[in-house]
């Protein structure tokens, strides 16, 4: 029974999966028109998969190969390169929404497309050039609003538990080893609330301790420590990586703590607005052109 269901689920992909494809070879190129409700609900999905992607990356690529966010050149390099694989696999996902969309028959997406067409009026309808070779550049485009939003090329990749983490942002000098303060741990919490634990970037529903940076059992001596607010989840998850001789019990994902940066724009849109329009140009200087000749 449960073979039955699986075979059925897969030959389901499998049919979704062969519809894509044909979808992508047929309209490569192809001007499509795209109404506000598919293209809200597209950006939807391209929105959630540019995330998941990043974190997906995180999990099965940059943790197993000990890629952290500490590494300053070696991380601005891969977290680059993480952005625009997420963001070319979103801007992908967005095209492919639009297309389905508009051309799936499945009577469920259409009674809920339709009921979403009555509720939000198509006033202005876009004409779109579908190019998949052009995810490259939609994938840079999102790296360059990532950046604009704040964000920091290295926060993608995994954090170091005896580094400053990726959403390490505030910090407070520490005297020596001892515990911080409560004046110093008032101060952490606040950061803490702010900037979240700068290992995993958890800002709610957790106490925050200040973590020695470098940590006490690694500190040499006569360097300077730091103390960064963590969350107690994190701080024991720390306290048995630097007891173990294990390097991937330090590396600690952090692919749910989500921050403004990540929000996904749907850039396909704007920019075939400008193809557009830089072709309407052209065409308009050639026929001006045709009829100075015809003069
Ligand atoms: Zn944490």
Redesign the pocket.
Same mark, same amino acid.
């Given at each position: 029974m449960a073979d039955e269901f699986v075979a059925k689920a897969l030959q389901k992909a499998h049919n979704v999966g062969d519809k894509i494809w044909c979808r992508i070879i047929s309209n490569e190129g192809k001007f499509t028109e795209v109404n506000l409700t598919d293209a809200a609900l597209s950006s939807a999905l391209g929105g959630v998969t540019f995330p998941l992607c990043l974190g997906a990356l995180q999990t099965v690529f940059f943790r197993p190969l000990r890629i952290t966010s500490n590494l300053r050149l070696i991380g601005c390099v891969c977290g680059s390169f993480s952005l625009l694989i997420s963001g070319s696999t979103a801007s992908l996902a967005f095209l492919s929404s639009i297309l389905l969309l508009r051309e799936n028959n499945d009577s469920s997406v259409d009674v809920l497309t339709d009921k979403l067409h009555l509720r939000v009026p198509d006033r202005c309808p876009v004409a779109i050039s579908v190019c998949y070779k052009d995810t490259p550049l939609y994938g840079f485009a999102s790296l360059v609003v990532f950046k604009l939003l704040g964000g920091k090329f290295r926060s993608v990749l995994p954090s170091s538990l005896i580094h400053p983490g990726a959403f390490a942002r505030g910090y407070i000098p520490a005297k020596g080893q001892n515990y911080a303060s409560v004046a110093v741990r008032q101060k952490l919490t606040l950061l803490g609330k702010k900037y979240g +634990?700068h *290992? +995993?970037g958890?800002r709610w529903r957790t106490s925050f301790v200040g973590d020695h940076m470098p940590p006490n059992k690694l500190v040499r001596k006569g360097q300077r420590q730091w103390f960064y607010p963590? $969350?107690t *989840? $994190?701080s024991s998850l720390q306290g048995a990586a630097v007891s173990s001789m294990s390097r991937l019990l330090r590396v600690k994902t952090h692919g749910s703590s989500l921050r403004l940066y990540h929000l996904w724009l749907p850039l396909p849109i704007p920019l075939a607005l400008l193809r557009n329009y830089v072709s309407d140009k052209s065409d308009m200087q050639d026929s001006d052109i045709g009829s100075d000749i015809e003069d």
């Open positions: +634990c *290992s +995993c958890k963590q $969350c *989840s $994190c």
